[in-house]
């Protein structure tokens, strides 16, 4: 969302090649997976639980929108939203990193919260918010 201000991670990497009009490098084959939670669902759900910390004190919960995407996924969606073709290389170079990391939400679920923020819908916002600052 908003606010990250650390260019290696892929959104605001994305967003910055977009509005600068350079190559986005992949450090990764592009193939590997994660979800994506906008930075108002997580403050949502921090408020949502401590609402709720007489009956869960002690728990722990996951915190996640389940929205999936591969980087090349996220290239491609958001090449839809914004209606722009995103040049990138794919450097192949991240090695360690897993594969495939999801969260699995359903405990929180359980309580009545749900993330109500896709990608989809936060992201011409934040793009505006990074033109103002690139």
């Known amino acids: ?22 190559k986005l490098e992949l450090r990764s084959d592009g193939t590997f997976v994660r979800e994506y939670v906008y930075v108002k669902d997580v403050v949502r759900a921090y408020r949502f639980l401590l ?47 897993i594969p495939y990391q999801t969260l699995n939400v359903d405990k929180i679920k359980t309580l009545g919260f749900n993330s109500v923020y896709t990608l989809k819908q936060t992201l011409p916002k934040i793009l505006t918010w990074y033109t103002t600052i690139l």
Do not use: C, W
């Open 51 to 97: 609402n709720h910390i007489d009956s869960i004190q002690g728990e722990a919960y996951n915190i996640s929108s389940g929205q999936s995407y591969t980087v090349l996924n996220v290239i491609k969606t958001i090449e839809k939203i914004v209606k722009k073709k995103i040049h990138f290389t794919i450097q192949n170079t991240q090695h360690n990193e």
């Open 1 to 22: 969302g908003e606010g990250d201000l650390n260019f290696n991670r892929i959104i605001p990497g994305i967003l910055k090649s977009i509005i600068t009009n350079t």
